[in-house]
């Protein structure tokens, strides 16, 4: 299969990035530093833990991941080669939801009063 095309047919149809993670462990390094905003909120976007999931996973099968912070990615092999989608969210995030992942993750908060209750208008 021709990956040239595959990766930006599938994040073009999906709106979404698409990542492909070979066994080069540069590329696990590379989508950690992307896409890992907390470790301990985030544990599958790691480098270690993409590594585990690329030699544990099964041939042909797709798997959705959810992390705290509810964001979500797709990890699949295909003809020996382990691909990854997103992350991506499937709802908006509410600020009540952003709260108890500061609490979880043990971050400190900055509150922040969003634009829309702050009596600006939009333009």
Not at 56 to 66: D, L, R
Not at 77 to 98: D, L, M, R, W
Request: proline share 3%.
């Amino acid at each position: 299969m021709n990956t040239e095309l595959f990766l930006p047919f599938i994040a073009n149809i999906l709106n979404v990035r698409t990542w492909l993670l070979s066994e080069d462990l540069k590329a696990h390094a590379a989508f950690q530093k992307e896409c890992c905003f907390e470790s301990t909120l985030q544990p599958m976007y790691t480098s270690d833990y993409l590594s585990f999931l690329q030699e544990n996973t099964a041939k042909n099968t797709f798997y959705e991941i959810t992390d705290y912070l509810k964001t979500s990615l797709v990890l699949f092999q295909f003809e020996g080669t382990f691909y990854a989608i997103g992350p991506y969210v499937k709802a908006a995030f509410s600020q009540h939801c952003n709260l108890k992942f500061y609490v979880i993750g043990r971050l400190r908060a900055c509150p922040a009063r969003s634009l829309s209750s702050s009596g600006l208008r939009k333009l």
